[in-house]
């Protein structure tokens, strides 16, 4: 009813005011000198007539309203469209006449010191700064918060209530920073453990290492999160990557910048290839951001993978601590990564067949860069070779996957020898790189080849752009 107030321009509150008009604040405004926040853009799409809204969450109502000259009249409606809704709504007191005392429906007490509008508002916790787009944990809150979370990493049992009061509090973290939501895991399997016992427990490493990267959270939540990160963006930047059991690779057509990392035999043999191609997606992500030239102080970034485990690990998991803490330390890398480029970060999964270029990136190390990229452009007109640059694996990136090869535990199989890429094996003549970096015209034992591989590159390259659905769409039309 209060949005249905809002956008009906029949009513006109100065003429039919809601009967709590007279306790309700003054709009207030910042002082002209305070910037505006800029809004990037959205993957939604809104109605042009789309000024304001009403929404609500149990006994907490709140109203926004684009406050510019032309849209003055919808500004004097949201003013009273909540406590107006709430006066038609209930039955209204009856002064002195009522039989058993009741207090007002609505707050009057909140009502004359929240019931106006302004662009600080602090609403269900959490502080908005509608002016800068900003949206923050109050630092009464923050203090607490991470009080808790110290208290819980000192050595020493914990108990069950205190792990349930830590888990409610960290849990509304997440909807304001959703990559935390993938750390929450560990602390709720404590929690369950300490419901189940009814007694104290023990945190392990892992759950703590978790609890250290909250504290990381709750200082950025502090300190002022973008809405820009909260809401559902046009990505800036597309990552495609890919693994074999003996590498990974990676590219952007955004950046054109391509790369690939052979795994050293214990790598190869401790890491799964679900792991690797784990790895290799977050890997591409921190190389592609590097390379990264768009003038954007919120990236947003897609990126895609034919792995639907590396996909949905991205966003959130449940990792055994004991069997996979190389999962948990790739997600705690990501996390880190994501927030040091205040960026917000999407996954989407793709039919293998059609991740061509990354998949030849992960196999064919017995081909040089030169020979690579030859092959790779051969495909389509539209994939030239200045648009693809293989670079090296910083020095940085691949001391972390030495690390991680450390903390993998073993795993009792033989070596599996190295395959090529399905579009390399259909070149004659390309057994190996000889040391060459001479760019060479490959030659096709079936000439049907090149066509059927352009076909799934062209699209991605000639409108990288361009949503996943148009591009399947596309590719499958020819």
């Not at 107030?5 to 100065?14: G, N, V």
Request: with cysteine; glycine share 6%.
């Amino acid at each position: 009813l209060g949005a249905d107030l809002l956008s009906c321009e029949l009513w006109e509150p100065t003429e039919l005011p809601s009967p709590y008009a007279s306790l309700l604040p003054a709009p207030t405004r910042l002082d002209e000198s305070i910037p505006f926040g800029a809004a990037e853009e959205a993957d939604v799409s809104l109605d042009e007539d789309c000024r304001g809204g009403v929404d609500g969450y149990i006994d907490d109502g709140i109203t926004v309203v684009l406050d510019s000259e032309d849209n003055q009249a919808m500004v004097a409606r949201a003013a009273q469209a909540v406590v107006m809704a709430i006066f038609l709504i209930f039955r209204p007191l009856a002064a002195g006449l009522e039989a058993i005392f009741r207090p007002d429906v609505a707050s009057i007490r909140k009502m004359k010191a929240e019931g106006g509008l302004h662009e600080l508002v602090t609403f269900l916790g959490w502080f908005i700064d509608t002016r800068r787009l900003l949206i923050a944990l109050p630092r009464e809150k923050w203090k607490a918060w991470t009080s808790d979370i110290n208290s819980c990493l000192e050595p020493r049992r914990i108990s069950c209530q205190q792990l349930k009061t830590l888990v409610g509090r960290l849990n509304h973290v997440c909807f304001i920073i959703p990559d935390a939501l993938h750390f929450m895991n560990n602390i709720r399997s404590a929690m369950y453990r300490a419901v189940s016992s009814n007694s104290y427990v023990y945190l392990d490493k892992e759950t703590k290492e978790d609890l250290r990267l909250w504290l990381e959270f709750l200082d950025e939540a502090k300190e002022g999160i973008s809405i820009n990160r909260l809401v559902f963006r046009k990505p800036t930047l597309h990552n495609f990557s890919d693994a074999s059991e003996w590498g990974i690779g990676g590219h952007s057509p955004h950046t054109g910048i391509a790369w690939r990392y052979r795994f050293s035999e214990g790598q190869h043999l401790k890491f799964t290839l679900n792991c690797k191609e784990y790895i290799g997606l977050v890997v591409n992500s921190v190389i592609q951001s590097r390379f990264d030239t768009t003038d954007c102080p919120f990236p947003c970034y897609l990126d895609w993978s034919d792995s639907t485990s590396a996909v949905g690990w991205l966003r959130k998991s449940n990792f055994d601590t004991d069997e996979q803490p190389v999962h948990n330390a790739v997600a705690r890398y990501h996390a880190r990564h994501m927030m040091g480029l205040k960026a917000c970060n999407y996954s989407q999964h793709m039919p293998g067949r059609d991740n061509i270029v990354t998949d030849c990136l992960s196999r064919d190390f017995h081909l040089s860069d030169a020979q690579l990229i030859a092959m790779l452009t051969s495909l389509n007109d539209s994939l030239s070779p200045d648009m693809l640059k293989i670079v090296q694996v910083p020095d940085d990136l691949i001391s972390w996957i030495s690390k991680l090869e450390q903390l993998a535990p073993d795993r009792l199989e033989s070596p599996k020898a190295p395959t090529p890429s399905a579009l390399a094996a259909g070149l004659s003549g390309w057994s190996s790189s000889s040391g060459s970096n001479t760019t060479m015209t490959p030659s096709w034992t079936d000439s049907a080849a090149p066509a059927a591989y352009a076909s799934a590159v062209r699209p991605r390259w000639k409108h990288p752009r361009r949503n996943a659905r148009d591009v399947l769409e596309k590719a499958a039309a020819r």
